[in-house]
Structures are given as C-alpha cells and as structure tokens.
C-alpha cells in the first residue's frame, strides 16, 4: 500500500511535533509523523534526576511564550506547574499536545529506509510505503552518543546510558567532560554522596561566551557553585585537561591527559562527551562541512530540496540551534517553505514572528550585541587549590 502526503515527519520529539503543529496552522493538511517509539521517548530515558536547563514560565499573552514551549499557546511551565521539569514530565508535556490537537502521529513505526523520487521522497518502515511531496527529518540526537575522541574510549560508560543516577553504586567517579551533561552527572553523583573528579578539556564553568550553546547555563553553573560550597572535598574540577587516552591495566583504567597527569580510576570512566548530529542516519542525503551538515536558508539539504531538518543540529552562521527556544524559531519558516512548494498561500509571518516561531533574520539570532559586563565570579580549579586526590605519581 503506497501513502500520498504533502509531507511526513520523522520523530514525535519536540521539534517533529513542532513543525506538525506550524503546519497545521499554516492549513497544510496531509501530513503524518512517523515515530519507531513512543511519543517524547528520549525525553523519558533521561536520567531521573536530570531537568530541562531552560526555564519554563508562562509568558505566553505577553509574546513572551515559554522557552521550552512547542507552540504559541502551550506551556510546559503551566502543564506541569514547574520551573525546570524532568524528562518524563516534558513527554507527559509532548503527549498531552498529541492529545489534544489529535494529530496523526503513528508510534512503533521505525522510518527503515528514505528514498528521494521523481515527487518528493519514499518512505518504507516495516509496515508501510509512505510517499511525500516533503520530509522533515526531526530523528533527534539522543540516540546517537559520542563517547568522546580519544584512543580507549570503549572503556568508558556514556552519561546517556544512566537512567538513574541511584544505580551508580560506586564510591568514586571519573566524569570525562565538564559541560552541561557532566556537571549534571557530578552534581547528582556528589549529593549521592560520592566523591568525583571531573575532567574537562576547557573551563566551560568560567566561559566569557554570551551564546548559552557555548557556556554553562546559568542553572548548571548555580548547581556548581552549591556542590562546591556545600561539599568542597568531594569534587575535584580539573580543567585545561583534555583526555587523550585510556588504557586498562588488570582491572584499573589509566586515563590520560593532555596535560601530562594520569589518572587511575577503578570503574569505567564516564563520558559526558555529547552527541553525533541527529543527520547521521541520514548522513548521504546532506552535504557536509567536515562534520556540520550544510542548510539552505530554509532549513533544507543542499543535496535534495523539500527535504528539511529541524532539531538541536541545526547550525547557520557558525551558530548552533541546540535549544528548544531556537531551533522552534525555525517551524515556522519550514512551514512557510513547505507551503511555497505544494502551492499553498502563507500569511502567517507576523502572527508566528511575534511569538518566537519563525525567526528567519539569521543576521539577528546569529549575533549578539547585547553585551553587558558580567560579576565577575570566577571559578577556581581543584588542581589550583591543590585538592586533586586521584592523580598519580
Ligand atoms: C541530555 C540533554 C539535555 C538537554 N536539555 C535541554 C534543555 O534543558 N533545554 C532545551 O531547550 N534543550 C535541551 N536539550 C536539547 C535537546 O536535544 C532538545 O531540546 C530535544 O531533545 C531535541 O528534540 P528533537 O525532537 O530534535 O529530538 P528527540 O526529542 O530526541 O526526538 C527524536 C525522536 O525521533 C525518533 N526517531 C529517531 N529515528 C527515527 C526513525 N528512523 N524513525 C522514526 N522515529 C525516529 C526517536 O525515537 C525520538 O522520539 C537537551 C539534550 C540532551 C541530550
């Protein structure tokens, strides 16, 4: 059974049920979300512990419409009634919008294969043959971890695979990265009551960067501040110092630094290394620029117009789109270049610009002249305070 659609969405993440709703208030009808899991299922293997860093708050009537909000009238802020909501709350967050727009999402249907035709594209999953005019690809990047560049990798547990950091039964640990993904681990580690030694190749915690993609989010670096005050011996912050290797000797693991330290731990190191672009399952139908993948000004493979991506991998200008409130100012201007290709009039720009959701002034997103002289609270290294336990000799 083949499937005719004016586009098909891959992946019921925020960005996948973004753009079917801009669609939706755009008018464009045919279209179909395609997820191989449930609704929000990344957002529910998060670690238990684990919060959105972007603040929710309804501001919506004011323009001022939730930073972790999918659409204008939604807020996860008055969903859940929190500031900074867990994983499982924003997926409750994601299937209540399902619910109540009753949009045609199918669950447990894994996109196998992508095919790019005379018409638009072919999709096949186990169950069906989808054919569409369009494709947003919105696959998400969790499913693709980076365990980090550097020889002995395979040794390490990556901070994604933890689903509660209650399950770490050891007393030490070795956290390789000092980002938001790794503070988040040794917070959540050392109010468990383990002593950790974390092991960053730069000082994100002292970053003079304005882009919140760049620097510790002001949330992380408060939770930093108070690991650090509350229990100065049991982190050790080790900046400047890039893991180069790891090799295990009899049951020890030896990591390596740039700096020349070594460092013996006895359980696998974890990796708080990030994430591979969500465009890597579809990595041969975009152009690449070493490891970026290249965008049209709408959002679309270079290689094959009509097909788009949205999500946290998007990058314009050297700036990457990595948080909800600035990949979502993208739905919009996808919507819009949707609408152009299957011949349907767009009159939304003002409505949609005002509350956040088509941003399509890349001048302006990609460059901040905002700059005010930020307190300076500088963070001090363990190894400058010469409270670094785990080295070896
Ligand atoms: C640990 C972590 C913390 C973060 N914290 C924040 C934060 O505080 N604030 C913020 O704004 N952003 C945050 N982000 C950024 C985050 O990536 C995005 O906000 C969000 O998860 C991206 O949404 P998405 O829809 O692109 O991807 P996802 O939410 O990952 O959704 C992708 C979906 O696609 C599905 N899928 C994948 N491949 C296929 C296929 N072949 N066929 C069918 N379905 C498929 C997956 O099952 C998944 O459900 C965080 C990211 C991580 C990893």
């Known amino acids: 059974m083949k499937i005719n659609l004016n586009s098909i969405i891959i992946g019921a993440g925020p960005s996948g049920i973004g753009c079917m709703l801009a669609l939706r208030r755009a008018g464009i009808d045919k279209v179909l979300l395609l997820e191989g899991n449930t609704v929000g299922s990344s957002f529910k293997r998060w670690p238990k512990q684990m919060r959105l860093i972007t603040p929710s708050f309804y501001g919506n009537p004011f323009f001022c419409t939730d930073l972790n909000a999918i659409s204008p009238n939604t807020s996860p802020a008055d969903h859940s009634k929190k500031e900074h909501i867990s994983g499982s709350e924003y997926a409750d967050y994601l299937s209540a919008i399902v619910n109540h727009y009753n949009l045609n999402i199918r669950e447990n249907e894994k996109a ?3 095919t790019p ?5 072919s999709v096949k999953t186990a169950k069906a043959n989808y054919n569409a005019t369009t494709l947003i690809w919105a696959g998400g990047e969790f ?13 390490c547990t990556h901070s994604s695979e933890f689903n509660d ?3 770490y039964k050891h007393d030490e640990a070795f956290i390789i990265g000092g980002y938001e993904s790794g503070i988040d681990a040794a917070y959540n580690l050392i109010n468990l009551n383990k002593k950790v030694t974390l092991l960053s190749s730069d000082q994100p915690w ?3 960067s304005l882009d919140p993609s760049e620097t510790l989010s002001p949330y992380t670096r408060e939770r930093l501040l108070e690991i650090i005050e509350s229990y100065p011996n049991r982190l050790s912050l080790i900046g400047n110092s890039r893991v180069v290797r790891i090799k295990k000797i009899s049951s020890k693991y030896i990591i390596h630094t740039s700096s020349g330290k070594l460092f013996e731990s006895d359980q696998k190191p974890i990796s708080a290394t990030g994430f591979h672009s969500a465009l890597n399952p579809i990595k041969k139908l975009w152009e690449w620029n ?9 959002d679309e493979s270079t290689l094959y117009p009509g097909l788009y991506y949205s999500g946290p991998s998007l990058v314009h200008r050297g700036s990457k789109f990595c948080f909800i409130y600035k990949f979502r100012g993208r739905f919009g201007v996808i919507a819009r270049s949707i609408a152009k290709r299957i011949d349907y009039p767009y009159n939304h720009k003002e409505i949609e610009t005002h509350r ?8 302006c997103c990609t460059k901040c002249d905002c700059a005010v002289e930020s307190k300076d609270t500088k963070i001090v290294d363990s190894d400058d305070l010469d409270i670094n336990p785990s080295t070896m000799n």
């Not at 035709?117 to 594209?121: I, P």
């Not at 499913?143 to 040794?155: C, I, R, S």
């Open 356 to 363: 956040g959701f088509l941003i399509d002034d890349l001048e």
């Open 143 to 155: 499913l693709n971890p980076k365990l980090g560049n550097f020889d002995g990798n395979e040794f």
């Open 117 to 121: 035709n005379s018409t638009g594209f």
């Open 112 to 114: 196998l294969e992508i």
């Open 165 to 167: 950091w209650k399950d």
């Open 290 to 298: 070493g490891s970026i993948p290249k965008f049209t000004n709408d």
């Open 206 to 208: 002292n970053s003079k």
